[in-house]
């Protein structure tokens, strides 16, 4: 064997090599043109199919777009909450106190595009924008109601203070009322013609004891008249929050300008000083320098029995207050 081996001749041998280089070539050749055919194939596979991975990123893409629209449908629930909140801050908290909405320049004013253009090259570009617009406003408007009850804040401490300081019980007993006369424009009973009648009258015995009608502070009193016309012997309160009332055409008063009353304490007596035709108590409310109607503040809820426990229990304790000097008066 080793012999025969030897006897091959040297061109053989060479044509042996070539053949082994251009099968590895011709296989060379074909797995390449194998490699273009399947990416051929793969590529248009995938054009009209998808690829596991493909598969998989487009699920996840379409739970983002679920997922964004969650979010925006509580955006949305959350504004109208807000809004429902902003309602009852304008017309009911806001106006029992008497205050106008609050307004912040500029808070309704969308932020600029710019703000959001980094989203902009995006393919659900408007679906995040618009969350993200939405999610903006929603922070605007938060901010804005929580500034306005910031301000409300100060004034519901002194509501307690000022619900016993509005006039809100009538200043005489209502058993000892003989008539009313109204608020507004009437034919004077005096001057006969149409003059603005700034307080009610209410009609009463010489000697009908007046309470203050709400905690106070007395202004002024005028304790010698004014002759046959005006108001009388009259005493001025200031309760506080822009409310005055004026009591006049009283016999008697019981209290002095600067001191405290409570309401339901005695102040004056029922009499005919001034310009009148028989003994009543003209009575006004003033607020903020307007004569107003004192009827629309008179409790609705008061009965006989509560009025005189106000009356009552003002008296009895203002026996023991250092306001009790009016001997003498
Ligand atoms: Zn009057």
Known sequence: MKKEHRSIPLPLRKIASVSFRSRAYRFLRALFVGFILASLVNLVFSWFFFTPKMYRISKHN???????????????????????IKQRDNTVYRSLFGIDTLAVAGIYTPYPRSKYSHMESDHY?????????????????????????????????????????????????RQALRGVDRFGWRNHPIYHRFIFHKGIDLGSPDGTPVYAPGDATVVSVNKVGTGRV?????????????????FAHLSKILVEPGQKVRRGELIAEVGRTGGVTGPHLHYEVIYMGQPVNPVNYFRKDMDQADFERIIESANSVSFETEHGTNEGL
Not at 155 to 171: F, N, Q, R, S
Not at 230 to 246: A, C, I, P, S
């Open 62 to 84: 379409s739970e983002l777009i679920i997922q964004y629209k969650i979010l925006q449908d509580k955006i949305d629930a959350a504004s109208r909450r807000l809004d429902e």
């Open 230 to 246: 005006g108001y009388g012997k009259q005493v001025l309160l200031d309760h506080g929050f822009g409310y005055r009332t004026r």
């Open 125 to 173: 570009a408007p679906l995040m924008i618009g969350s993200w617009h939405a999610l903006d406003a929603l922070g605007r408007s938060l901010y804005l109601e929580s500034r306005s009850l910031d301000q409300l804040q100060p004034m519901a401490k002194d509501k307690e203070l000022m619900a016993t300081a509005i006039p809100a019980i009538m200043p005489i007993n």
